[in-house]
Every structure is written in C-alpha cells, then in structure tokens.
C-alpha cells in the first residue's frame, strides 16, 4: 500500500497496514496543507486536541514534501510534550512507552519527511511490524495499475468519518465519551500490547 507520511500517524493508517505486504510513504508529492502530515489529534482532558508542527513560512507553495523544512521560530516542542503528557500521564501504559515515543520530539529535524519517518519505525518497533516499508523515488499520480492500495488522497482531517464497531478504553472516555480518529499513540498508552489486536479488528470495520 501507500500512505502519505504522517506526525503521528492516525489509527486508520495503521489498521490499514495490518493487512499490507509491503509500505510506500509518498514523498514526492506537492506538499498540501491542513493534513495529517504535520498534525495529530490526541484526546485530552478538553476533548480532541490537534497538535501541529509548524513549517517554515512560503517554503509549502508547489514544493515538494520531501523539501519541506520544520520551523524551530517557536516552542511547539515544549508544547506537544506537555500536551501529550498531560493527556496520557494516567494511562495504564504510558511509563512503558512515553519515552521511546516522544524521544522525536526532543531531536531538531530539518525536514519534516525525517521526523516522520523516524516516528513512524518507532512505532513500528513498539508494534513488532516486520514489512518492507520505504519511501517513492517519484511521483505516480494513479497506484491503480500497480496493485498498490492508495490512502494518500483521503479526506482531510476533520472531514472524515470513522466507524469504529469496537471502541477502547480511552482516559477521558468517561467524560466526553469515545472519540475515533485520533493518533495511534493514544491506542499506545491506552491498550498497550493489545493494540495490534485492535488494529487488526479495526481493519475489518473500515471494510
């Protein structure tokens, strides 16, 4: 299959590769806004949180995403640390896995492609997912002949619709109740080593 690169991949990237042979990250494609790309959403004590890394001003007009430079102008380092700690500091398995998982966000990347990708191994080793996994040499604009399942046109963030059949345990489900379409890193430190369990269940409900 092939995915668009991610911060934090959402949940149905990763249900989606539980049933993948092989994994492509575009990386030559024009680099688009107000996607996944360089944003997550997590669940906090508020509800549904976007984190987002900023990137270096005018450098996203018909650039290519593997040019596409992080902007360390600000503080959003500190930020999504704190953001993510205060969300999962009480999940069951946050003191497992916080540092492995947040240990990107302590690096200074120069281009948002690495920061991802690294993210994403990180989680792959977490999970144990053992497929070839690399990223385009060029832009294909239609995977349909290729026996490629392409994901890198999906809705944006806030337009899609999730079904999960199966919810999970989630922090502040009592409160707000359960919410889909959030970054795997709140299955992580909510279900640990059930996660892939879950993801594969998952699968089928995006069926």
């Not at 990250?25 to 790309?37: A, F, I, L, M, S």
């Not at 026996?147 to 809705?155: F, I, S, T, V």
């Not at 059949?165 to 489900?173: D, E, N, P, S």
Request: glycine share 6%.
């Amino acid at each position: 299959m092939i995915l668009p690169t991610a911060y934090y991949p959402p949940l149905h990237h990763f249900a989606e590769i539980t049933a993948s042979e092989k994994l492509l990250v575009e990386q030559h494609e024009t680099y688009p806004k107000q996607t996944y790309r360089n944003r997550c959403y997590i669940y906090s004590a508020n509800g549904i949180l976007p984190l987002s890394i900023p990137v270096e001003r005018g450098s996203f007009h018909k650039v290519k995403l593997r040019d596409i430079k992080i902007d360390y102008s600000g503080k959003w380092q500190k930020e999504h640390l704190n953001a993510i700690r205060s969300a999962y500091n009480s999940s069951a398995f946050f003191e497992f896995y916080a540092d492995e998982v947040m240990k990107p966000l302590h690096l200074n990347y120069k281009f948002l492609i690495d920061m991802n990708m690294d993210i994403l191994d990180t989680i792959f080793s977490i999970l144990e997912i053992d497929i070839p996994t690399g990223k385009t040499t060029s832009f294909i604009k239609d995977y349909g002949n290729n026996n490629y399942k392409d994901l890198r046109y999906e809705p944006e963030p806030g337009k899609q619709i999730f079904h999960h059949a199966h919810g999970y345990f989630q922090v502040f489900g009592s409160r707000h109740g359960f919410k889909a379409g959030l970054s795997i890193i709140d299955l992580l430190f909510n279900m640990g080593p059930e996660s892939w369990s879950y993801l594969k269940t998952l699968n089928q409900d995006l069926r």
